[in-house]
């Protein structure tokens, strides 16, 4: 239990600015109820005033959580949401938010996730790179990702905003992942061409067992190859869930590509496209999924 221990207090300390008079829930569902009531338990070891809550699972990242679930993320200051899949694009994560409510997602977290790899890192520098690497995106007109050997695709993101997800959080209403690392942006929809190989993770099926490789045209998957791609599309659906609706690029120099997208998403030398919702921040697609996928190494250009 001491490294446990340690390392949630030296998260908090280190990466938030609360008192101890501030109220915390511990969001988990059936899946990760065990690790959940550790983290509760070693924030109460702190001295922390924290409530648990236990949902049903979600059956993909982006799904809404159950009305009794996001009713009660208002009543706290601060929500940690250890869950299955992620609540990151949700409109019960932005509610809160719009309430003054801090909610941190930590999607697929593992023990070994707590005490190696993301969660390890020195978040000082983490903070700082994706705060640079948000401007970047910021400024671009559009980023161009080359992957294997011969395939391009071009992202247009003029005029929408680059979002930080540093893994600090020292405002009210603060929101991010845990461990975190990360800038993405909302691509303008139906704009994207071309095709990109995943050679990392996708959300929901984990490591890749061959690379997989999209084939995107006026900002929506229309072909994914292999076993795996075949899986990613039955997960996006038929509908507005095949749009293009985020990149990211990963900042965190201790994150590592394991086959959990919370951690995969972070590391150096990866970036992520994902597909499906992206309303929550700056885009227009409202759909119940979310789903990330991962590549390393590739090569991008900025225009």
Same mark, same amino acid.
């Given at each position: 239990?001491?490294?446990?221990?340690?390392?949630?207090?030296?998260?908090?300390?280190?990466?938030?600015?609360?008192?101890?008079?501030?109220?915390?829930?511990?969001?988990?569902?059936?899946?990760?109820?065990?690790?959940?009531?550790?983290?509760?338990?070693?924030?109460?070891?702190?001295?922390?005033?924290?409530?648990?809550?236990?949902?049903?699972?979600?059956?993909?990242?982006?799904? @809404? /959580?159950?009305?009794? &679930?996001?009713?009660l993320m208002l009543n706290y #200051?601060?929500?940690?949401?250890?869950? $299955?899949?992620? !609540?990151?694009?949700?409109?019960?994560?932005?509610?809160?938010?719009?309430?003054?409510?801090?909610?941190?997602?930590?999607?697929?977290?593992?023990?070994?996730?707590?005490?190696?790899?993301?969660?390890?890192?020195?978040?000082?520098?983490?903070?700082?790179?994706?705060?640079?690497?948000?401007?970047?995106?910021?400024?671009?007109?559009?980023?161009?990702?080359?992957?294997?050997?011969?395939?391009?695709?071009?992202i247009t993101v003029a005029g929408?905003?680059?979002?930080?997800?540093?893994?600090?959080?020292?405002?009210?209403?603060?929101?991010?992942?845990?461990?975190?690392?990360?800038?993405?942006?909302?691509?303008?929809?139906?704009?994207?061409?071309?095709?990109?190989?995943?050679?990392?993770?996708i959300a929901g099926i984990g490591?890749?067992? @061959? /690379?997989?490789?999209? &084939?995107?045209?006026?900002?929506?998957?229309? #072909?994914?190859?292999?076993?795996?791609? $075949?899986?990613? !599309?039955?997960?996006?659906?038929?509908?507005?869930?095949?749009?293009?609706?985020?990149?990211?690029?990963?900042?965190?120099?201790?994150?590592?590509?394991?086959?959990?997208?919370?951690?995969?998403?972070?590391?150096?030398?990866?970036?992520?496209?994902?597909?499906?919702?992206?309303?929550?921040?700056?885009?227009?697609?409202?759909?119940?999924?979310?789903?990330?996928?991962?590549?390393?190494?590739?090569?991008?250009?900025?225009?």
């Open positions: 239990m001491s490294n446990f221990q340690e390392t949630v207090s030296r998260l908090i300390s280190q990466n938030f600015s609360v008192d101890k008079m501030s109220s915390v829930l511990v969001l988990s569902d059936n899946s990760t109820r065990p690790l959940g009531e550790r983290f509760a338990d070693a924030l109460q070891l702190d001295g922390w005033n924290v409530e648990r809550h236990v949902m049903e699972d979600r059956t993909k990242s982006g799904e @809404e /959580p159950p009305q009794e &679930t996001s009713d #200051d601060i929500v940690f949401c250890l869950t $299955k899949h992620s !609540l990151t694009h949700t409109m019960a994560r932005k509610n809160a938010n719009a309430r003054g409510i801090s909610v941190i997602t930590m999607p697929g977290i593992t023990e070994d996730m707590f005490l190696h790899g993301a969660m390890s890192a020195d978040y000082t520098i983490v903070e700082k790179e994706t705060n640079d690497m948000t401007q970047r995106l910021t400024v671009a007109n559009s980023v161009v990702i080359r992957t294997g050997a011969d395939h391009q695709l071009k929408r905003d680059g979002v930080p997800s540093t893994g600090v959080f020292k405002s009210k209403g603060a929101s991010g992942n845990l461990p975190s690392g990360e800038a993405y942006i909302a691509p303008v929809e139906g704009a994207s061409e071309g095709t990109i190989e995943i050679n990392g993770s490591l890749v067992t @061959e /690379p997989v490789v999209l &084939t995107i045209r006026q900002g929506k998957v229309t #072909d994914a190859t292999g076993e795996d791609g $075949k899986r990613l !599309l039955e997960l996006l659906g038929d509908g507005d869930g095949r749009y293009l609706c985020e990149l990211g690029i990963g900042t965190n120099h201790a994150a590592r590509v394991i086959g959990n997208i919370l951690e995969d998403e972070k590391a150096y030398n990866t970036i992520h496209i994902a597909f499906g919702s992206n309303h929550t921040f700056g885009g227009t697609i409202k759909t119940n999924v979310h789903i990330d996928c991962v590549t390393k190494d590739p090569q991008i250009e900025w225009e």
